[in-house]
């Protein structure tokens, strides 16, 4: 979570960042006004020794500490979201932190995250996570779109996640022909049910940036399935016309191949949700 911010430099493998990267989702669990706002996405490693301890702790202690940051109005978003498989499992990470502030110029972070206001009982080594895990990237990145399936209930079906990161020449572009082509032809598909897909969107990261940073934008597919998530979510018979004419202009804008993982959603405290 963003209380525990340990800026390190991005491990130095071809699909890692040389560089430190939440969002309003942004996964969504509820279409919200999220133009105007700014996410930390904040990727970990935790140790599968200590991963049940760690989720123990973020869900008991910290997602309460979140939920009353956003109840003040400092937060609008929280989730955290583990990832389903990998490479390199020791040295990557697999737990991502969604923060997303009301406000970032003002948000005070000894006030947003400060545990023991709510659990003065509770010694701060047994809530505490960052010893038990490392971060390694941190992104600000801006929300930009976001549709879901007609009738969708992303409490209950907004379960998985594939955060694919694009390295374009014009990420401003590319958010747009995504936009134009991609967005209304998914939403068309999922409301028709052919895709067992409900949700899209994407976003621009804002910082880190540079020639080392190796994404400038970010699209991600929200799944109510492991199996969905890894196959895509269309089946191989499916009937469908892909916007292909849109999406050879947004691949022209890419410089190198995607990488993406599928992460598994936690929990979510989303001010947006009734």
Do not use: C
Request: proline residues 5%; without cysteine; aromatic residues 10%.
């Amino acid at each position: 979570m963003y209380k525990h911010l340990n800026p390190t430099i991005m491990n130095q493998t071809k699909l890692s960042w040389k560089s430190v990267i939440t969002l309003s989702i942004l996964l969504g669990f509820g279409l919200q006004s999220i133009a105007q706002e700014i996410s930390v996405w904040q990727f970990r490693n935790v140790e599968q020794s200590n991963m049940q301890e760690f989720i123990d702790r973020e869900t008991k202690y910290w997602s309460k500490v979140a939920e009353a940051a956003i109840e003040k109005g400092n937060l609008t978003f929280w989730g955290l979201f583990v990832k389903e498989g990998g490479f390199d499992l020791p040295n990557t990470p697999n737990v991502i932190f969604v923060n997303t502030f009301n406000d970032i110029n003002a948000a005070n972070m000894a006030e947003i995250w400060n545990a023991s206001a709510l659990f003065p009982d509770v010694p701060m080594e047994k809530m505490e996570t960052g010893s038990i895990s490392s971060t390694l990237h941190m992104l600000f990145v801006r929300p930009e779109n976001l549709v879901q399936k007609e009738g969708a209930s992303p409490p209950d079906e907004f379960r998985f996640v594939r955060f694919i990161f694009h390295n374009s020449s014009a990420p401003g572009q590319l958010i747009a022909l995504e936009s134009e082509h991609w967005m209304p032809f998914i939403k068309s598909a999922m409301d028709a049910g052919q895709t067992s897909q409900v949700g899209w969107g994407n976003a621009t990261i804002l910082a880190p940036s540079g020639p080392n940073m190796e994404a400038n934008t970010i699209s991600f597919d929200i799944f109510p399935d492991l199996k969905s998530a890894l196959t895509g979510g269309f089946s191989a018979d499916a009937d469908v016309e892909f916007p292909e004419e849109g999406l050879a202009k947004i691949n022209e804008l890419e410089v190198s191949r995607r990488f993406n993982n599928v992460y598994r959603r936690i929990q979510v405290i989303n001010a947006n949700m009734p």
